[in-house]
């Protein structure tokens, strides 16, 4: 795999900006009408709800594997989060597994909050600690509820699957897809182009190549008896497949240089609603060097 580092980096730019999409804009959720509510109105009850919390506990995972003739490459990232809201405060821990052959297991540490309306994001690298200055909106990739709100709001043709537990409670499954449509439009209206576009031109792409023809996305949701969507599943295999192709071709790779994305597999579970557990900002990290 002499070029994955130069594909892999690019694909896992286009990863983290369509599974944390940047949404600026929330949806209308409604609460669902009495009786028996259908699986549309228990995810817009769902989404209405999320909107109203002031504060959760978020565990993400990404599983990626892809090969190239005999050589196999698996990922696997492991991201918990605390978000505080009004004034908004943020902390993640980050672990990912990307194997000897490009570095092994990194872990990363940031936080986040807002003070007389100036946003700072402060992060530890290699051990140290840097901290910036940043447009509050910026934020919005790492906010589960942001997140949330993407996958609710573009969910289609759902059906309800039954009940499973989830965090040791009942929780009720639906299962439908975040349509090619849906994701060209969050990608226009987040920003995410802009942020695309240095990367994708490295690989000799067009930031507005990756519109064409976008595959569905296969999302589960589930939502516990209170209404809270307490976990979100998408498979992005096809769909990164799809990008992986346009990304092959466009930076020339020959038939043997190909890649085959096996599996690209997101969740998030949500948990301690409203009641999330409280942290300070490290003294270190407040007295960072500006970056």
Do not use: H
């Not at 989404?47 to 002031?54: F, R, S, T």
């Not at 987040?190 to 942020?195: H, I, K, T």
């Not at 240095?198 to 949701?221: F, G, H, T």
């Not at 799809?242 to 579970?269: F, G, P, R, W, Y």
């Amino acid at each position: 795999m002499k070029i994955c580092k130069k594909v892999i980096g690019v694909v896992m730019a286009m990863l983290m900006l369509f599974s944390m999409a940047a949404c600026g804009s929330k949806g209308e959720g409604t609460p669902a009408e009495s009786g028996k509510a259908t699986p549309e109105e228990a995810v817009k009850a769902a989404q209405a709800k999320m909107q109203e919390v002031k504060s959760l506990e978020s565990e993400m995972v990404m599983d990626m594997a892809m090969s190239s003739g005999e050589q196999n490459l698996k990922m696997k990232t492991n991201a918990n989060m605390v978000t505080f809201e009004d004034p908004m405060k943020l902390k993640m821990t980050m672990t990912m597994d990307v194997g000897e052959e490009l570095g092994g297991i990194q872990k990363m540490e940031m936080y986040a909050d807002e003070v007389d309306g100036n946003t700072t994001l402060y992060m530890n690298m290699m051990d140290t600690w840097y901290k910036q200055s940043i447009p509050a909106e910026q934020l919005s990739e790492y906010d589960t509820q942001e997140s949330m709100d993407t996958y609710l709001d573009g969910s289609s043709a759902l059906k309800e699957v039954g009940t499973e537990q989830v965090n040791g409670a009942d929780a009720t499954r639906y299962d439908g897809i975040i349509s090619g449509d849906a994701l060209k439009e969050t990608m226009e209206t987040s920003g995410a182009l802009e942020n695309l576009r240095p990367m994708l031109e490295s690989a000799n792409m067009q930031a507005e190549e990756i519109y064409k023809d976008l595959k569905d996305i296969s999302v589960s949701i589930w939502i516990d008896t209170e209404g809270y969507p307490v976990k979100c599943e998408m498979d992005m295999t096809d769909m990164m497949q799809s990008l992986m192709t346009k990304v092959m071709k466009a930076s020339e790779a020959t038939e043997e240089q190909n890649i085959n994305v096996d599996t690209m597999k997101v969740s998030i579970t949500s948990k301690n609603f409203n009641n999330a557990t409280d942290f300070e900002i490290p003294e270190e990290a407040k007295n960072a060097v500006e970056m």
